[in-house]
Structure formats: structure tokens, C-alpha cells
């Protein structure tokens, strides 16, 4: 057995270590990091909707209402009114017929891929997706083939070898480690030619794209097409948990399923208060959506303007390539003493040689205090050598 303080050691080594920082007050665009005022530039609180003051008042007054917690899974001690409701909520939201709420993002995509893909099947999952679809994958006990990101070639030629086995096709819509899009509509074809289902992980599409940020399907025209539609809660819609927006016929079966919903407990009436009124809020403000694009945009050239790479980027999600571990750790703390809070992100989170400062954009930000960490961001790069010349902007 392998002692603890050397595999520490070892993470240590490799500048794999990961250690948690403290954050004094709530997620918004500013916050006081170990004791300092710093840019906050990588949560996921992509509409500031986590410390809304209406979400913020949902969530207390629910707590008094219906209670801190649960109680236990819902087929246990009851089915909590809010819950229904944001079921409800969320299918109409989405243009399904039916949403299952679940704990959290990760309990949702393993729970829903083991319950549909088994053994003897072939679940089809490209090689960036989240860690908690290739959880999902491994717990199924189905085979799965990994293709190559976005390439739809190899996923025909995986589905054509798989032939009758064939049994899920699963995607992030967006990214999250890249922020880049799926190809959606091409997914969706092959899905339908190989009568295999398709599942797209909305985690950073829901409030982010399409109209009213009904997310990545919603954009790409497919509203209704894509059998299993996961979101979370606790990204853009600022509290916690997540939900799969389907027929209901398959809800009716992740509800008997779904380990993770069976067996856990469900998520706590505040939480599901404090999504209710995100909900709310996303639909009667669309603009929050539309400046959320407007900073990505912002961002993203900004940074290309400091000769960084930001690779295949379309959305909030704006990565800076490093390559080397140790390397990004230390641009990391270089831009985090000049008061910019973005985290360097190491395998085995992404693929070996590919480590990155992952930036994330609110709405809530300034566009100039976006500029401004930019140009702090390539000045750190330009010391350690690990970025061009800036690119003069055309006049
Ligand atoms: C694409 C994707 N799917 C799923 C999850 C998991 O969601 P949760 O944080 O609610 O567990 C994440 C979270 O980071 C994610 O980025």
C-alpha cells in the first residue's frame, strides 16, 4: 500500500497539488481571496445570480417556509411541493415534457448514464467531456468509445462498428474546460441515423446561449430533439443541484433508475427556492444573458491582443494555453499578486501538456476591469516567456 504522504508528495512533485483558498463574502465579481481584494475570474456564477438579493431572499424564505433540508430521497418521504414546481419549471424552460431534479451536476450524469447504458451496449463520449460523464460511462458497465473531440468521422465510424449495441451518445454542449460548442446538429443526425439516444450536458450553456439562455440544443435549433438535456443549478442559475429535462416516459424510468436519485437524499427546499427565482430572474431579464456574451466577447480579445492563446473559445469559458503544470501554477500566483484570481487548471482535469489559466466571465463584471486583468495577464506571460508580443489592435 502506498503511503498517503508519498503520493502527496508525489502531486507535490509533478505540480499536481491542489489546496483550498479562502473567499470572504459571497461569489460576485470581486472578492477577498486569503485576506485580499482580487478579480474574480473563475466562478461559475456566470449571471451574478448566486448573490442576487431576490435569490438570496428565496432561499431564507423558503428555509422558514418548508425547512433546511429534505428529509431523504423523495420515493422515501414525499415529493416537497417546491421541487415539483421547478420540475415543472425547468421542462417548460427547456421545451420538454418532463425534468427530474438531482443533487448536484455529477450526480445527474452518472445517475442518468448508468441508468440508460448497460452491459453489452456502447455509450459514444467525447474525449473532453466532464469528469462526471466519464464516471457515468464507467459505472454503466457498458463499453464506451471515446471520440476524438468533436469529430464526427470517428463517432460515425464508432457507431457503424458498434452496429445494434449502440446505446447513448453523450456531450457537453459547452465545454468546460475549453469553451468551445458541440457540434450539435451533426450529433443529433447521427443519433437519429443509428436510433441511438443522444444526452447533452448543458452545465455552462444553460443561462450562456440561445434565446433567453435556454442553452447549447436550444441554439443550435434542436429544442425537442435531444432526448436527455442535463443542467445544473449551481452555475449561471446561482444555487446548487441539477436536473434532466426529458420525455416523460424516460424521467418515469431515471425516477426508479437513477441510483443517485433513489439514494440520496433530495436537494434542500432553499436551494430549490433559490432556483425557482434564478429561473425568474433569467426569463425576465435576457439581458443578463446577452452582456454575459458581450464580456466573453471582450475577454477573449483582449487576451488575444496580449499574443495569448485562447484556442477554440466561443463563450465565457476562456482558456490560456500553458502546456506545463508547474508552469500554470506559476502564472497563476503571478497574476493572483497583481489581483487577478483565475485558476490554473492541470491533468488530470485536462489531457497531459495541456494545463491552462481557465478564465470565466460574469455579466457582472466591467468591461474595463476586464481589459485591464487582460493586459496584466500578458505582462505575467510576456516575464516567463510564455507569451507573443502583443498584437497592435487595428485602428
Ligand atoms: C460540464 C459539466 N458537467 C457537470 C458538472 C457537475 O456539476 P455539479 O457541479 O453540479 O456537480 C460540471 C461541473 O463543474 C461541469 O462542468
Same mark, same amino acid.
Given at each position: ?247 416523460? +416516459?424516460?424521467?418515469?424510468? !431515471? @425516477?426508479? =433508475? $437513477? ?6 437524499? *433530495?436537494? %434542500?427546499? &432553499? ?99 476586464? +481589459?485591464?486583468?487582460?493586459? !496584466? @495577464?500578458? =505582462? $505575467? ?6 507569451? *507573443?508580443? %502583443?498584437? &497592435?489592435?487595428?485602428?
Amino acid at each position: 500500500m502506498t503511503d498517503v504522504a508519498e503520493r502527496l508528495e508525489e502531486l507535490r512533485d509533478r505540480g499536481l497539488h491542489r489546496r483550498l483558498r479562502l473567499v470572504s463574502g459571497p461569489q460576485g465579481p470581486r472578492v477577498t481571496l486569503d485576506g485580499r481584494p482580487v478579480l474574480l475570474l473563475c466562478s461559475n456564477n456566470y449571471l451574478g445570480l448566486a448573490d442576487h438579493p431576490r435569490v438570496r431572499g428565496a432561499a431564507a424564505e423558503a428555509a422558514m417556509r418548508w425547512g433546511a433540508g429534505a428529509g431523504a430521497s423523495r420515493l422515501i418521504s414525499g415529493n416537497m411541493q417546491p421541487h415539483r414546481r421547478l420540475e415543472e419549471r425547468l421542462a417548460e424552460f427547456k421545451g420538454h415534457e418532463a425534468a427530474l431534479l438531482f443533487g448536484s451536476g455529477y450526480l445527474a450524469n452518472t445517475g442518468a448514464i448508468a441508468a440508460l447504458a448497460g452491459d453489452g451496449e456502447v455509450v459514444f463520449s467525447d474525449e473532453l467531456n466532464h469528469a462526471s460523464i466519464i464516471d457515468g460511462c464507467r459505472l454503466s458497465r457498458a463499453e464506451t468509445f471515446v471520440y476524438r473531440h468533436g469529430d464526427i468521422e470517428h463517432l460515425a465510424w464508432g457507431l457503424r462498428e458498434a452496429g445494434e449495441r449502440a446505446s447513448l451518445i453523450v456531450t457537453d454542449g459547452v465545454f468546460s474546460m475549453d469553451g468551445d460548442i458541440a457540434p450539435l446538429p451533426e450529433l443529433a443526425e447521427l443519433a437519429k441515423r443509428h436510433e441511438c439516444r443522444l444526452m447533452v450536458d448543458e452545465a455552462h450553456a444553460t443561462g450562456a446561449l440561445g434565446p433567453g439562455g435556454r442553452g447549447s440544443v436550444a441554439a443550435a435549433g434542436l429544442t425537442g430533439e435531444v432526448d436527455l438535456v442535463m443542467g445544473t443549478l449551481g452555475k449561471a442559475l446561482g444555487s446548487y443541484g441539477a436536473y434532466v429535462c426529458a420525455s416523460r +416516459e424516460l424521467t418515469e424510468y !431515471l @425516477v426508479n =433508475a $437513477a441510483r443517485p436519485f433513489v439514494f440520496s437524499t *433530495a436537494p %434542500p427546499p &432553499p436551494v430549490v427556492a433559490a432556483s425557482l427565482t434564478a429561473l425568474d430572474l433569467l426569463e425576465s431579464h435576457p439581458h443578463l444573458v446577452e452582456g454575459l456574451a458581450a464580456n466573453a466577447a471582450t475577454l477573449r480579445a483582449a487576451l488575444a491582443a496580449e499574443g495569448l492563446t485562447v484556442g477554440g473559445s466561443a463563450t465565457q469559458i476562456v482558456p490560456v494555453a500553458v502546456g506545463d503544470a508547474s508552469q500554470t501554477m506559476e502564472l497563476c500566483e503571478r497574476v493572483l499578486e497583481r489581483g487577478v484570481f483565475a485558476q490554473g487548471i492541470r491533468p488530470p482535469t485536462v489531457p497531459e501538456g495541456s494545463s491552462r489559466l481557465r478564465f470565466t466571465v460574469m455579466a457582472t463584471h466591467r468591461a474595463g476591469e476586464l +481589459e485591464r486583468a487582460a493586459k !496584466l @495577464v500578458g =505582462a $505575467a506571460a510576456r516575464e516567463m516567456g510564455i507569451a *507573443a508580443a %502583443p498584437v &497592435p489592435i487595428a485602428a
